[in-house]
């Protein structure tokens, strides 16, 4: 009895541990962008694919770099592209340009890679979100992909298309999910000692 009741736990530990593989990335590897065309977009950072990147992403997140930034070329059944604090698609943070991490991962709806001009070593803060799976799929192998929406692809489905739009979305907020949770956790205490 006891050695059957052994194999049934065994057997339940190793279903719930196969089922768990497809859990949500960790807080620190999970990135929030709050848009002006109606909500958030949760994206899963993939350092094991871009680590210099996927830093890069959540260095200027941290500072607040991609606050209040417009997506400057929106292309239907394509991408859509942000990260230029100028607008105009020429500018870029102040960090150094960042060496190309290019892999196998198949470009689809909702990956995120990043802008770069003709020199693949030129990538710096602009980066793209791809709407469909076969207007993107040329790009595999030719630009970093640091990221994948989960959640909130019906956001970025809205953001107003053009080469710049004439009225852009942007990103109102970006977050990384662990900040976001650690000022929630210094929040709470706080208001109850307020009581």
């Known amino acids: 009895m006891f050695k059957r009741l052994l194999l049934t736990a065994g057997s339940l530990f190793i279903m719930s541990t196969a089922t768990s593989g497809a859990m949500a990335a960790s807080p620190a590897d999970t990135l929030y962008l709050d848009l002006s065309s109606g909500g958030r977009v949760t994206i899963e950072l993939l350092p094991d694919r871009a680590p210099a990147h996927v830093e890069r992403i959540k260095k200027l997140t941290k500072d607040g770099f991609y606050d209040g930034i417009v997506f400057h070329r929106v292309i239907e059944g394509f991408m859509a592209q942000t990260g230029d604090p100028t607008g105009t698609g020429t500018g870029g943070s102040s960090e150094a340009d960042l060496p190309a991490e290019f892999t196998d991962y198949q470009y689809k709806r909702g990956t995120v890679g990043m802008a770069r001009s003709a020199s693949p070593n030129s990538a710096n803060s602009q ?32 953001i107003a298309a053009g080469e710049p739009p004439t009225n852009p979305d942007k990103i109102v907020k970006a977050t990384l999910a662990a900040d976001e949770a650690a000022t929630e956790g210094q929040a709470a205490p706080a208001a109850a000692a307020a009581q």
Do not use: P, R
């Open 127 to 158: 980066f793209f979100i791809c709407f469909t799976d076969t207007g993107c799929s040329f790009l595999t192998g030719q630009y970093t992909v640091w990221g994948q929406v989960t959640e909130g692809m019906e956001f970025v489905d809205k």
